[in-house]
């Protein structure tokens, strides 16, 4: 299925220099902003508090950071979750001498809004009995209740981040290797570059503007890694076809065609994929608009990566049609024999 058909082949190589230098400066910038900067790790990593409020009107989200600012947390993490009724609180771990209970944060945005705590038992999906934190006012009409509370351990933070960062690498060579095999090594080499520019690329964006970065988000860059890989595939796939069937065309002409010729494709793959990432960027709330933004970085700057990073990095290693298709022996008409 093809939307257009391109009749002249477009020159994208001609430009690879101009695009890679463009290229290694976001890379360098980005590179920066994860050293300068670091990424704003949420409390799956360091650790901390998750707290979900429900309130029967709209939230008043300063009034609520204002009353945590006062228990001593700097920059607290509040954010509606859903609607504007239910509020998510991302507390990060105190030192021993200041350190603050969610039962005490529940009591201080408890009287902030006029009212008293009280416990209220609760019945769980088994059937166990549980209590629920409750705010009332002197009329007794709930002002706020305490949805959920989750505490995450610094030791279970760094063995999230530690097997984040196994799974990052696990990928890596997992492609390079599927690669080789598939093709040759210096199609292997130029696609692991394009990925690990995606992948630096996307950090350094999270980084920049202190996007928070959770397990989501790392579950969206190992999306990438794959989706990126999948785009450089298709490329390499039509290169080995011309390699085979244009016998009279260049190395640049082979890539230049390869790339053309999978445009329409191109176009109408990624465009499909990026309508359902938007709408889960904005229609998903919180828990995938993160995710959905390191998506969309990802998709752009992976088409951008197979075109113009991949393709080049391998026809600067050489990529020639010997690499990829071996030379029919002639058959010896006297068959070995030796008069």
């Known amino acids: 299925m093809e939307f257009f058909k391109i009749k002249r082949d477009i020159p994208f190589m001609r430009h690879a220099l101009i695009f890679n230098v463009i290229s290694a400066l976001t890379f360098v910038a980005a590179v920066f902003f994860l050293l300068h900067r670091g990424l704003h790790f949420s409390v799956e990593f360091t650790g901390g508090t998750v707290m979900e409020l429900r309130y029967p009107h709209a939230a008043n989200l300063e009034k609520i950071r204002g009353t945590l600012e006062k228990l001593g947390y700097e920059q607290p993490e509040v954010t509606p979750f859903g609607t504007a009724q239910d509020v998510m609180l991302r507390l990060p771990p105190k030192t021993a001498a200041g350190s603050t209970t969610s039962q005490s944060v529940f009591n201080a945005i408890c009287a902030s809004e006029g009212g008293s705590p009280r416990q209220v038992a609760a019945t769980g999906g088994t059937g166990a009995q549980s209590s629920k934190a409750t705010c009332v006012n002197a009329a007794g009409t709930e ?197």
């Not at 080995?240 to 065309?249: A, H, I, L, T, V």
């Not at 109408?268 to 998903?284: A, E, R």
Request: aromatic fraction near 12%; charged fraction near 15%; hydrophobic fraction near 55%.
């Open 143 to 339: 002002v706020v209740a305490q949805q959920r509370v989750e505490f995450v351990g610094p030791q279970v933070g760094e063995e999230l981040a530690q097997n984040g960062y196994n799974a990052l690498a696990m990928v890596v060579i997992g492609v390079m290797i599927y690669l080789a095999v598939r093709f040759e090594w210096k199609f292997a080499v130029a696609a692991i570059i394009a990925n690990l520019h995606d992948v630096v690329i996307i950090l350094g964006f999270f980084a920049f503007f202190q996007w928070e970065f959770s397990l989501t988000v790392l579950a969206a860059v190992l999306a990438v890694l794959g989706y990126s890989v999948n785009e450089s595939v298709v490329i390499f796939d039509r290169i080995r076809e011309n390699f085979r069937k244009q016998r009279k065309m260049t190395v640049t002409e082979v890539i230049n065609n390869a790339i053309t010729s999978t445009i329409s494709r191109t176009i109408i793959t990624h465009g499909c994929t990026q309508m359902m990432v938007l709408s889960m960027l904005f229609f998903g709330g919180l828990t995938l608009h993160y995710f959905a933004i390191a998506l969309t970085i990802g998709i752009c700057f992976g088409i951008y990566s197979s075109v113009f990073v991949a393709a080049a990095v391998a026809m600067w290693l050489g990529v020639k049609r010997e690499d990829l298709i071996k030379p029919v022996r002639e058959k010896d008409e006297t068959d070995g024999a030796v008069v």
